[in-house]
Nanobody, 118 residues
Framework: QRQLVESGGGLVQAGESLKLSCKAT???????????VGWYRQAPGKQRELVAS???????NYTDSVKGRFTISRDNGQRRVHLQMNDLKPEDTAVYYC?????????WGQGTQVTVSS
């Protein structure tokens, strides 16, 4: 059973919104809460890049291309990580991966496809 299960990808038109979610299914609260969570993406023919991250103390980091459009959040009680994506653009098309970095390990989701048509 995977540690991280993602949902929320799909096909949308430019300008629309999507919300990705990721659940850490087997992680206890004391491990999840201080972890750094994030979303990466990989477009065809391109390297995987960090989209957004959120530390255990609430510090966020976004890649320049999504600043002002994407918001990362977490629900520690539910062990969930969210990525709200607004004003989507065709260049946002990629497979999106959730990550959780604990003190000991880094976990990855299986990826969810986001396709934005023009």
């Amino acid at each position: 059973q995977r540690q991280l299960v993602e949902s929320g990808g799909g096909l949308v038109q430019a300008g629309e919104s999507l919300k990705l979610s990721c659940k850490a299914t087997r992680m206890i609260l004391s491990t999840f809460s201080p972890s750094t969570v994030g979303w990466y993406r990989q477009a065809p023919g391109k390297q995987r890049e960090l989209v957004a991250s959120l530390s255990g103390i609430g510090r966020t980091n976004y890649t320049d291309s999504v600043k002002g459009r994407f918001t990362i959040s977490r629900d520690n009680g539910q062990r969930r990580v969210h990525l709200q994506m607004n004003d989507l653009k065709p260049e946002d098309t990629a497979v999106y991966y959730c990550t959780v970095a604990t003190i000991r390990d880094e976990y990855w989701g299986q990826g969810t496809q986001v396709t934005v048509s023009s």
